[in-house]
């Protein structure tokens, strides 16, 4: 199993990003699985932003994006998508895409995002 992350960068306050998540080695469409955001600010330690179970395509958020972001994926593309609205500066940190599946956990290998003016 490989995760690919993209799609971080600079950003003003009140800005958007989209991070992309590319899953390759498992049947993405097929698949029991969870597919989790997490981040990691400077001297902190990483918290789960959000996460996706894929039987039923239920989401979760932490209390501290809910209403700014929303995971979600699309199956033709093997990819997990984490757009991120109204992003502020304590958004600021490496996000890492992570999956749940078959008793085991796989990250990638994290894109940053900075929210500064």
């Known amino acids: 199993v490989q995760l690919v992350e993209s799609g971080g960068g600079l950003v003003q306050p009140g800005g958007s990003l989209r991070l992309s998540c590319a899953a390759s080695g498992f049947a993405f469409a097929f698949s029991s699985y969870r597919m989790s955001w997490y981040r990691q600010a400077p001297g902190k330690e990483r918290e789960l932003v959000a996460a996706?179970?894929?039987?039923?395509?239920?989401?979760n958020y932490a209390d501290s994006v809910k209403g700014r972001f929303t995971i979600s994926r699309d199956n033709a593309k093997n990819t997990v998508y984490l757009q991120m609205n109204s992003l502020k500066p304590e958004d600021t940190a490496v996000y890492y895409c992570?999956?749940?599946?078959?008793?085991?956990?796989?990250w990638g290998q994290g894109t940053q995002v900075t929210v500064s003016s």
């Open positions: 996706l179970i894929s039987t039923g395509g239920s989401t």
């Open positions: 992570k999956a749940h599946l078959a008793f085991n956990d796989y």
